[in-house]
Nanobody
């Protein structure tokens, strides 16, 4: 059974930092892209960062460039999102997702973790 489990969300003041984790299990993700999405109340879901598991290629939404960093651990089983200089507008539920590298769609999704940034 494929499972993506997010953790690390919480309440933080503007300017602070959080690190989100996505524990991936149930299959090999060597041919997959891992991504972080977020959805704020009243807003559409948006992608914020992604990483190709096989070669560590990364990309970011313009709104988080220079502040967020996506990475994976040595075991290649957990993906992280380091979030620095957090802003009120970063408040959202953050979701981990995975999909084949050649596809624009994501096949697997986690349950989400809440990030709340106080102004």
């Amino acid at each position: 059974q494929v499972q993506l489990v997010e953790s690390g969300g919480g309440l933080v003041q503007a300017g602070g930092s959080l690190r989100l984790s996505c524990a991936a299990s149930g299959r090999s993700f060597s041919s997959y892209v891992m991504a972080w999405f977020r959805q704020a109340p009243g807003k559409e879901r948006e992608i914020v960062a992604r990483i190709r598991w096989s070669n560590n290629f990364t990309s970011y939404a313009n709104s988080v460039k220079g502040r967020f960093t996506i990475s994976r651990d040595n075991a290649k089983t957990t993906v992280y999102l380091q979030m620095n200089s957090l802003e009120f507008e970063d408040t959202a539920v953050y979701y981990c997702a995975a999909g084949p590298w050649f596809s624009a769609e994501y096949t697997y999704w986690g349950q989400g973790t809440q990030v709340t940034v106080s102004s």
